[in-house]
RNA sequence: GGAGAGGUGGCCGAGUGGUCGAAGGCGCUCCCCUGCUAAGGGAGUAUACGGUAACCCCGUAUCGAGGGUUCGAAUCCCUUCCUCUCCGCCA
């Protein structure tokens, strides 16, 4: 949600913000609305300070046996009522229009982000550790995961159509492995708290973190309301919504590795095979909330660590810097790590880390209070993949497979693998 | 799912139609007093929005949320969310 005061007073930033997102101007009509919404409101808080005036004044010459005055009044006050109907009712309109218009418009990027209109303009900002080389063709990750007859699609889609899949025997415990070798470092290096969250959520959550209301069709959704998350940074974040923080709490930071949902609305066709693009899938997430002039820092702290899980792993990767065209409704800068997947033979996302400034926080109603100050701020809110742990698997498929189709097992997740070395055809 | 109880300021807790933004207590802040410690005295202590250049001041709103009744609602009515107790069911 946008700052209504800072759209005042730079009608040109706020435009000039949406224009490099290939977005029109709005700046006039908030303008307008929000012009016309105070107005309104001056007018009804005139009558409602009369109203209570002349109310007082009722209950005086009742207290005092008035009837005659106190009736005298009461006609007064009658004709007022109506008036006030009247006004509260255009006004309340005004009011809606304008929250609409803003809750509708994405966070405006910072001045350091490349401008650009899509995939093709973001900007690689550095690429780090070494693809490995075969002396055979590389397969893709499903092809070697179905060999060994722990990827199965096809049962999947049985009970639950496209886009779903069955891991089973090593294949399931190297998604375990993965996720607790991400929340371990996390968790015990990095200094996240490891969280729990519900998966099913309110209305009132997924519009804090802005997916509602622009963003439904992307979303699950059961049929008594509730919403499956479509990554855990809706509840993470929500984890200080409607709070007043002290500044010495900040920074907070949360991880959590859970499922996430996402109906794929408008992607038929994209990523059909394999794991990439699932309904269903896990992912170990992280979010920070931050006192505001923390916020760059920690977008650069935040990365390293998804950047670290990938060091670990021994995995080949190249950072991004999202042009404005491709960064989400919701960040001010996105960093996407993408992973080398060489049976692709090209790179693919796998972690996405964004700063949002107070656009969530102000939707959430998060405050902080200034230590020694009486003054509320909002702060800063990141969420970053950490990682995404399907895409991870599909990582370490294709770079640590064998000619044979057998996979080896990176060298660090072996203790979360019982001691495995090797996964191949039993 | 059935039957009840309840949601008031940072916390506890009064308040069933008028002078209540809200008694009292606790906590916190500042000041005074007190030769340590303890105690005591005084003042202050919500948020949002609007009027404003203004965190001074004035106004409006907020007693879980939304709606209604009324000249006037923390107090009455309806809806809804949440919490708790008992029963049922259940991992």
Redesign the pocket.
């Known amino acids: 949600m946008h700052d209504?005061k800072w759209i005042r007073a730079n009608p040109a930033d706020f435009d000039g913000g949406l224009k490099r997102r290939g977005m029109q101007p709005h700046s006039a009509e908030i303008l307008a609305l929000d012009e016309e919404n105070?107005a309104h409101?001056?007018k009804l808080?005139e009558m409602?300070?009369r109203?209570?005036a002349?109310?007082?004044q009722?209950?005086?010459a009742?207290?005092s046996g008035d009837e005659a005055k106190a009736k005298e009044l009461?006609d007064e006050?009658?004709s007022l009522?109506e008036d006030y109907a009247a006004g509260e009712k255009q006004g309340g309109k005004i009011a809606d229009d304008l929250n609409a218009l803003l809750a509708s418009l994405p966070n405006i990027p910072l001045d350091e982000v490349p401008d650009g209109g899509g995939e093709a303009d973001n900007v690689v900002t550095r690429t780090e550790g070494e693809k490995p080389s075969f002396s055979f063709t590389p397969k893709e990750h499903f092809d070697l995961g179905e060999d060994l007859g722990m990827l199965d699609f096809e049962t999947a889609a049985k009970m639950s159509g496209a886009r779903f899949a069955v891991l089973s025997g090593p294949l399931a415990r190297l998604e375990r492995a993965l996720a607790a070798f991400m929340l371990d470092i996390h968790t015990t290096e990095y200094g996240y708290t490891e969280v729990v969250p519900p998966i099913l959520v309110r209305d009132e959550a997924v519009f804090g973190t802005a997916q509602l209301p622009k963003f439904a069709e992307d979303l699950f959704r059961t049929e008594n309301g509730y919403w499956l998350i479509p990554t855990a940074e809706v509840p993470l974040t929500n984890m200080v919504r409607e709070q007043i923080l002290a500044e010495s709490e900040l920074p907070k930071r949360f991880a959590a590795h859970t499922p996430c949902f996402r109906s794929e609305a408008g992607s038929a066709g994209k990523d059909t095979r394999g794991l990439i693009r699932m309904h269903q899938f896990s992912k170990v997430e992280m979010v920070s909330v931050v006192h505001p002039r923390e916020a760059m820092d920690e977008l650069e702290r935040m990365t390293g660590c998804a950047e670290e899980i990938l060091k670990r792993l021994g995995l080949a990767y190249q950072v991004l810097t999202l042009c404005t065209g491709d960064m989400g409704f919701t960040a001010r800068k996105t960093y996407d790590l993408e992973v080398w997947l060489p049976g692709q033979d090209s790179y693919r996302e796998i972690s996405s880390c964004s700063v949002c400034g107070d656009f969530q926080t102000r939707r959430m109603k998060t405050?902080f209070r200034e230590a020694g100050g009486?003054?509320?701020h909002f702060p800063h809110t990141l969420n970053g993949s950490g990682l995404a742990v399907g895409r991870t698997m599909v990582a370490v498929l294709e770079n640590y497979q064998q000619e044979d189709g057998s996979i080896m097992i990176p060298e660090a997740l072996r203790s979360y693998m019982g001691g495995l070395e090797k996964i191949e055809k039993s």
């Open positions: 209504l105070r409101i001056a808080q409602q300070t109203r209570n002349v109310s007082k009722i209950g005086k009742k207290g009461m006050v009658a009522k405050r009486k003054t509320l």
